[in-house]
């Protein structure tokens, strides 16, 4: 009888209220962002815009993104998902807010999914600026559409892409106004999470994203008895997660307490670089490899080989053994990161005087 009557609802949700809540990942977050908006859109100097709540890379780089521009003002969703809203709320800054500066990054959003995204923005006439944006290219993904690149370029203040890849593509478009920078989600983790875990951690992490594994042709399930033997044999207690969280803090804590990150997700490696904590990439596609060239020293594993179970006990006993914590290169890092904000904060300082 009471399964009659769940499931009704239960279709109900997933049909009209998963998406948006996923988006959101709480009720509380829901009603603290319509507060904000509703409060500050019509006067605030900038809008932030990023991908997903939930998604914890998305949301951390958008909040490391706050930090360094370090003005306050509400935040949009670029997500697919939002699109009607985030029309509604592009068409009302335009009305009354037309001096705002759009502060875009939160998510590569340099894929296929965001281009309907894309078009409000450049359509709107609003001032933006992007960072910590990348490109995304994988076999079995899409590609966004190459019109749309120049366009972007052209049109943006500021363009601080996250790797040297999207860098040399989209420099033809916009060779004066393009940085090359890490993502911004470190310079919300060095400060708070650097070096931070216990001396007896002893966790095996293993962030899992399962759709970039798949179309990489490498099979999870073999992978996740891999390591949990591997951590069997070593001493460690494994986890694993994929990263998704209505609890970014959560979510932050359980990688913190990681003596040894292993990462199919690319800001599995970033918290990992962010963290101090050693990291064993499992490469997917070519984000990842670009993120590790671009800014680390560290090389990652080819997901397929990661279904043999000796490279992974190799490999997972090598970062045991280090002992280095040199951040001399995550600070340089660091620094570029907050001179991209503070150019951003200057940008939408003077256009609010126009």
């Known amino acids: 009888m009471i399964s009659k009557l769940v499931e009704p609802l239960r279709w109900r949700f997933e049909l009209y209220f998963a998406e948006k809540f996923d988006l959101y990942g709480s009720l509380s977050f829901y009603l603290k962002q319509k507060f904000t908006r509703k409060k500050y859109l019509k006067t605030a100097p900038v809008v932030y815009i990023y991908a997903n709540k939930r998604n914890v890379g998305d ?7 706050k930090e360094i521009v370090g003005k306050d003002g509400p935040d949009l969703f670029c997500s697919p998902v939002w699109l009607k809203e985030f029309k509604a709320h592009i068409d009302y800054l335009k009305q009354h807010n037309p001096n705002v500066l759009l502060v875009i990054g939160g998510g590569g959003l340099l894929q296929p999914v965001f281009e309907p995204f894309w078009h409000v923005v450049l359509q709107s006439g609003l001032r933006f600026t992007a960072h910590g944006i990348g490109i995304n290219k994988m076999s ?7 019109d749309l690149f ?39 983790l060095v400060p708070r999470y650097w070096q931070s875990q216990a001396r007896s951690s002893n966790v095996l992490l293993h962030l899992i994203h399962p759709s970039d594994v798949r179309l990489a042709g490498a099979d999870l399930d073999t992978i996740s008895k891999n390591l949990m033997a591997v951590a069997e044999a070593l001493g460690l207690e494994y986890q694993e997660h994929t990263n998704m969280d209505s609890s970014h803090g959560r979510m932050l804590k359980k990688v913190s307490n990681a003596r040894v990150i292993v990462s199919s997700r690319l800001h599995g490696c970033i ?3 962010g963290m101090g904590i050693s990291f064993l990439p499992l490469l997917c596609d070519d984000k990842m490899k670009a993120f590790l060239t671009s800014h680390t020293e560290v090389d990652g594993v080819d997901v397929k080989q990661a279904e043999d179970a000796s490279v992974l006990k190799h ?3 090598s970062l045991l053994a280090e002992c280095s914590s040199d951040r001399s290169k995550l600070d340089v890092k660091l620094a570029e990161n907050a001179e991209a904000g503070s150019y951003i904060n200057s940008l939408a300082s003077k256009i609010a005087k126009d």
């Open 140 to 146: 079995g993904r899409g590609e966004m559409k190459g």
């Open 271 to 273: 918290m990992g670089f």
């Open 59 to 65: 949301y951390i780089s958008h909040l490391g993104l």
């Open 315 to 317: 490999r997972v006993e």
């Open 150 to 188: 120049p366009e972007i370029a052209k049109v943006a203040d500021h363009l601080g892409v996250r790797d040297e890849y999207t860098f040399n593509f989209l420099e033809q478009f916009a060779p004066n106004k393009l940085v090359l920078t890490a993502c911004p989600s470190i310079n919300y």
